[in-house]
T-cell receptor
Framework: NAGVTQTPKFQVLKTGQSMTLQCAQDMNHNSMYWYRQDPGMGLRLIYYSASEGTTDKGEVPNGYNVSRLNKREFSLRLESAAPSQTSVYFC???????????????FGQGTRLTVV | GIQVEQSPPDLILQEGANSTLRCNFSDSVNNLQWFHQNPWGQLINLFYIPSGTKQNGRLSATTVATERYSLLYISSSQTTDSGVYFCAVEQGFQKLVFGTGTRLLVSP
């Protein structure tokens, strides 16, 4: 039971390059999220997907796009990377239990992205 | 939006000491989680605690939702407890808002 798996773990991009960060979960969760963590700060929500086929903007969506490919997979795309997007990116998933409102989130191991 | 403040920002302990970390939030929340980010950057779930008290080994947590705070207790600290402790609250359905964390260093 791997939980939430992200690839790659590390990536260096040149300004203007594009790339996609991959995330997959094997917990059969409905909801998935992408966060970024900048040095000395907590995590900030980029985009989330409440269920397969839906996506919504979080706190810091500019410069990113997402795709909820199926229930297991949620990808984050940088179309034209900028140095300000240097950060550690975390994917998470949760299973909202509407009867008791249990929405505990579980996180992947992170992707460390550097844009030069 | 909701504000989540953690204190202290930094904490240095000798191995074996006890500590209390605090999380204050500015509005009512649905749920609250505590995480430990280890020195390798991994986020580890500690507690899912919208209210009440929970214990797991040397760690325990208490959330008083009506007074908008949560406490994380670490007893008999070990060097492996080092890292950053985050509190995160749920504002609106399914959206976790993180505090800026408490950085803990436990020295032998």
């Amino acid at each position: 039971n791997a939980g939430v798996t992200q690839t790659p773990k590390f990536q260096v991009l040149k300004t203007g390059q594009s790339m996609t960060l991959q995330c997959a979960q094997d917990m059969n969760h409905n909801s998935m999220y992408w966060y970024r963590q900048d040095p000395g700060m907590g995590l900030r929500l980029i985009y989330y997907s409440a269920s397969e086929g839906t996506t919504d903007k979080g706190e810091v969506p500019n410069g990113y796009n997402v795709s909820r490919l199926n229930k297991r997979e949620f990808s984050l795309r940088l179309e034209s990377a900028a140095p300000s997007q240097t950060s550690v990116y975390f994917c998470a998933s949760s299973e909202p239990d509407r009867t008791i409102m249990n929405t505990e989130a579980f996180f992947g191991q992170g992707t460390r992205l550097t844009v030069v | 939006g909701i504000q989540v403040e953690q204190s202290p920002p930094d904490l240095i302990l000798q191995e074996g000491a006890n500590s209390t970390l605090r999380c204050n939030f500015s509005d009512s929340v649905n749920n609250l989680q505590w995480f430990h980010q280890n020195p390798w950057g991994q986020l580890i779930n500690l507690f899912y605690i919208p209210s009440g008290t929970k214990q797991n080994g040397r760690l325990s947590a208490t959330t008083v939702a009506t007074e908008r705070y949560s406490l994380l207790y670490i007893s008999s600290s070990q060097t492996t407890d080092s890292g950053v402790y985050f509190c995160a609250v749920e504002q609106g359905f399914q959206k976790l808002v993180f505090g800026t964390g408490t950085r803990l260093l436990v020295s032998p």
